[in-house]
């Protein structure tokens, strides 16, 4: 074939390629030609890894040279739940591994619901010199110990992440490691630490880092502390509080007034622990400003949570308990109405009758209230048909759905009957919805309208409900854009996943526990998709000991190019090509 | 406070150990009750009779033992929600305190909700650690056994169980412990 001279020289497609950001769009015009590719390789420097076990690390090294930020993920969602077993894997070493050869200019990492640990840490803060961004999200294997590891070392690093990742929490005093010439922290949350800091560690850090503008404490970090660290952050646009309580004493309220008034950027406040709710008053000053208030920890009552989002008209994002009652989300229906985001949280999760009067009004009144609402995550006991079909006549742009009725199974409260017609309504008007959570009594009927109108979803959450297989063909054969597909406890089973089987190498991932596969299906599946690692993950021992249609506890399929992974514990099989065909 | 140990009928539904968290039996059958307990004989005609729980409710039986990741909540957000009912007795769940008596190898936990006032508490702690309380006077304290039971309230003080109304005593009691011996003696007798 004979070669074209490029039109351009590679530095101008190069420069052109710079304004081309999407991952999507940098696959595109990787596949326009062969010299397109290679200039694209070359010069891609994000890199956004769904899924850890669909690609090797030798694989991304082989074709991005160059890489300066990198995102994983790894346990599937439902580990947030206690879903998958300990040990499963996730581990990121061997990715740091490879990439500190490979990468020494690495500059940011963020990983999510992976193992991460001390000597991992230790390995990034020996490798990469200019590492500025570190982000572990729900992550967890480490210790303080190998923070401290961090803070010696990367002494680029402006921003440290911890976002609800499990710490072992050995000693406050990691932070004293940051040595006195560092002074180029921008971001620091460290909200999920259990034991207490070394607040003198602390402030002084604070203090020398002038272009601190985030900064989230743990619930360690006492009431009368802040004041301090507000004064030496005048400039913070984002801001956990620790404990939000202690003594009143009217000098230290007007301490704290006044320390927080002089944070004039102010946009995103949480943390609340232990809320006295006597000190609130001493955030009203900023109230106007915020965009983002986060009182998920805060139980305080109804009243004193009206008081404050009436305050609050630039609200963008609220998250809350349910003690804000169907009273307070009315409040806030009528006072925030550029709210696009709202999660309400259950105060009592594990009690079957309300402890708060929080029901389907509430949501009907955001949905009608507010405008710009497009992302919910909402608990509540019961709910209605009716309701659900006037919360999507109200909001017809919803992104993101996720209604939990707490107690599984349970029907619409005023007919009895399943909420089929009400989720229905919500996929046949919300046109953009992208992620959807169901839960209540749902038949088979239910998923046959998700699949006909969900046409944009790419992420849905199911559980305890369904007739048959048929629920779950009318999903895997109806929703063109699924990506993840998780589900626990539905009668779904060996039909369905085999009859759309070819559908499962489209999506990122497929989860099913206490489900009917059988082991047999498992294997029928790994057998004929190579392209995908077909997981059986079973804590009762070796799924040859049991019938083949005996169903497995639970299965984790996902499309990789990495073929089997290696680092599997004792309790996870992978099906493959072999596996019709090995004994044991 | 009632001076004398068994003065209301015997709830062992309340001091009965389970898996489950307390409250779930008792309240899930009344759907229109308020978190207040009501007397043993009403709950155990409700239980007894699923038909009538079924017709209240139009669904089957709630489970009573917690559901593995359900509903859908992260443990830390779980645990915070722990911690600070331990800390606020207006919170409806239960009201978590450890108890320890001197000589056992290993402490347990009961919630005080359970219990609506000083015998049942006592009796299920005879129950829980197999021991006797001896009798309860204001001037002597527990006379009759070498047993005293203690807690230690929101001062960090030790006190004797007993001497305070019974909310008070669930409102401000961080921790029991069960004294033996002459530690045990020395409490109520003129100290």
């Known amino acids: 074939m004979p070669k074209r001279a490029n039109s351009f020289p590679e530095e101008v497609l190069e420069y052109v390629f710079s304004f081309i950001q999407t991952d999507q769009d940098r696959s595109s015009i990787s596949t326009v030609c062969k010299s397109w590719y290679e200039i694209e390789r070359w010069c891609r420097r994000r890199i956004f890894i769904g899924n850890c076990y669909a690609v090797s690390p030798r694989m991304l090294i082989r074709r991005f040279p160059d890489v300066r930020s990198i995102e994983l993920k790894g346990k599937p969602h439902f580990a947030d739940f206690n879903l998958v077993p300990e040990g499963w894997g996730g581990y990121v070493y061997p990715w740091i591994a490879a990439m500190a050869s490979a990468y020494p200019w690495l500059e940011e990492i963020k990983l999510k619901r992976m193992v991460v640990t001390d000597e991992t840490l230790e390995l990034i803060a020996k490798s990469f010199k200019n590492m500025k961004l570190l982000v572990l999200s729900s992550c967890e294997g480490f210790s303080t110990d190998g923070l401290a590891a961090i803070a010696a070392n990367c002494r680029n690093l402006r921003e440290l992440d911890l976002h609800e990742s499990d710490v072992e929490d050995l000693s406050g005093h990691w932070l004293s490691h940051f040595p006195d010439t560092y002074t180029s922290l921008v971001s620091l949350n460290i909200a999920c630490l259990g034991s207490e800091l070394s607040f003198s560690a602390l402030e002084r850090l604070v203090a020398r880092c002038p272009n601190l503008r985030s900064l989230r404490l743990n619930r360690s970090v006492p009431l009368d502390r802040l004041a301090n660290l507000l004064r030496l952050a005048p400039r913070l646009t984002d801001l956990g509080t620790g404990a939000y309580s202690a003594e009143w004493r009217p000098d230290v309220f007007a301490i704290l007034s006044r320390a927080i008034s002089g944070c004039k950027e102010l946009k995103s406040l949480s943390g609340f622990w232990d809320v006295v709710p006597s000190y609130l008053p001493a955030i009203y000053s900023i109230c106007p400003g915020l965009t983002s208030l986060n009182l998920s920890y805060a139980t305080i009552q109804s009243p004193a949570l009206v008081k404050l989002v009436s305050q609050c008209p630039n609200l963008q994002r609220l998250w809350v308990l349910d003690y804000i009652e169907d009273v307070g989300l009315d409040a806030l229906a009528e006072s925030c109405k550029d709210l696009r985001e709202l999660r309400v949280f259950p105060s009592d999760p594990f009690v079957v009758e309300p402890n708060v009067s929080l029901t389907e009004q509430g949501l009907i009144s955001v949905s009608e209230g507010c405008p710009k609402l497009h992302s919910v995550l909402y608990f509540c006991r019961q709910m209605s048909n009716d309701a659900l079909i006037t919360i999507a006549r109200n909001q017809p742009n919803f992104t993101c759905f996720r209604l939990c009725i707490i107690e599984p199974k349970i029907p619409d409260y005023l007919t009895l009957q399943p909420f089929d017609v009400g989720f229905g309504a919500i996929v046949e008007n919300c046109k953009n919805l992208r992620r959807l959570s169901v839960s209540g009594l749902l038949t088979d009927q239910a998923f046959d309208y998700i699949g006909t109108y969900g046409k944009k979803l790419e992420m849905l959450s199911i559980a305890f409900a369904g007739d048959s297989d048929l629920g779950l063909h009318h999903i895997l054969s109806g929703c063109d854009n699924l990506r993840k597909l998780e589900i626990r406890d539905c009668p779904f089973g060996d039909k369905a996943l085999l009859a759309n089987a070819a559908k499962l190498e489209t999506m990122r991932s497929l989860w099913m526990s206490s489900c009917s596969v059988s082991y047999g299906a498992c294997k029928l599946l790994g057998q004929r998709l190579p392209r995908l690692n077909v997981e059986v993950i079973d804590e009762r021992g070796h799924p040859e000991s049991r019938p083949e249609n005996s169903p497995v506890e639970k299965l984790y399929i996902y499309r990789s190019v990495a073929g089997p992974r290696f680092d599997m514990p004792g309790f996870v099989w992978t099906m493959d090509e072999d596996s019709a065909l090995r004994v044991t | ?191």
């Open chain 2, 1 to 191: 406070m009632e001076g004398k140990a068994h003065e209301n009928d015997l709830n062992l539904k309340a001091t009965e150990l389970t898996l489950g968290l307390p409250g779930r039996d008792e309240i899930s059958d009344l759907p229109n009750q308020t978190k207040k307990r009501s007397p043993p004989a009403d709950l155990k005609n409700e239980e007894g009779n699923p038909d009538a729980k079924n017709a209240q409710k139009g669904t089957a039986p709630p489970a009573k033992e917690q559901i593995v990741g359900w509903p859908p909540i992260r443990s830390y957000r779980k645990n915070s929600l722990q911690v600070n009912k331990n800390t606020e007795a207006e919170t409806a769940a239960g009201i978590y305190v450890k108890v320890s008596m001197d000589g056992a190898p290993y402490l347990r936990k009961i919630d005080l909700r359970v219990y609506k006032c000083y015998p049942e508490l006592l009796k299920a702690l005879e129950v829980m650690f197999k021991f006797t309380i001896g009798q309860y006077s204001e001037r002597e304290g527990y006379k009759g056994s070498e047993y005293a039971p203690t807690y230690e309230d929101k001062d960090g003080d030790w006190m004797l169980v007993g001497d305070v109304p019974w909310d008070m005593f669930m409102s401000s009691c961080k921790k029991l412990r069960i004294m033996k011996g002459s530690e045990a003696r020395g409490l109520g007798c003129g100290v």
